[in-house]
């Protein structure tokens, strides 16, 4: 069936009749991405620390506590959405074992308009196409209204987990999870 991808250009852009196949990668370039925006060091106003040290060391009082916030915000959000990513996959696999992982599928939307939504909300600088796919596979339509963007107590986070593989409807857009195979048919102008 025919369905429509954004192609974020992550290592190259795809060319049209590229196939890319899930069975091929550990890990798709989303989860990829936000496992890497957790390393060990981080930057902080330019210079790289750990961030438990540096949160306890006196270099904390040379900044206000709004430049604070402002610098770990991304930081936290990153780790929100890895937490997010790994109890949602947990979830996955205890109870929703057919559905595709999260940490290995390709997003696909069912119209042009919804993958520029989901374009727009990503939001990174970069090049940026959506592409009309030809997709086969295991497929799961899912409702993004569960996925948590903010911190929350782990049960609420189990419970949206089971909202969301068990189909529940939600006030957000849908998104198509495909394990399998994905074919460029063309480029969306």
């Known amino acids: 069936m025919e369905y429509f991808h954004v192609d974020h250009g992550n290592h190259s852009l795809l060319k049209v009749g590229t196939t890319i ?36 060391s006196v270099d904390t009082s040379k900044f206000t506590r709004e430049q604070l916030a402002a610098a770990y915000s991304h930081n936290m959000n990153s780790y929100i959405r890895v937490v997010r990513e790994l109890e949602f996959e947990n979830v996955r696999r205890e109870s929703y074992a057919l559905r595709p992982s999260r940490h290995r599928c390709l997003w696909l939307a069912q119209s042009s308009s919804e993958a520029k939504s989901w374009q727009e909300q990503i939001g990174k600088a970069g090049p940026f196409r959506i592409l009309r ?57």
């Open 21 to 56: 196949r899930t069975s091929d990668m550990v890990r798709n370039p989303y989860y990829e991405s936000i496992r890497n925006q957790l390393n060990d060091v981080q930057p902080v106003f330019g210079q790289p620390r750990k961030l438990l040290e540096f949160l306890r």
């Open 133 to 189: 796919v030809f997709a086969e596979g295991n497929m799961f339509l899912a409702n993004e209204g569960h996925l948590q963007t903010d911190s929350c107590a782990m049960n609420e986070l189990e419970s949206a987990a089971h909202r969301y593989w068990s189909g529940e409807p939600s006030s957000g857009r849908c998104e198509i999870l495909l394990e399998g195979a994905m074919t460029v048919l063309d480029e969306e102008r």
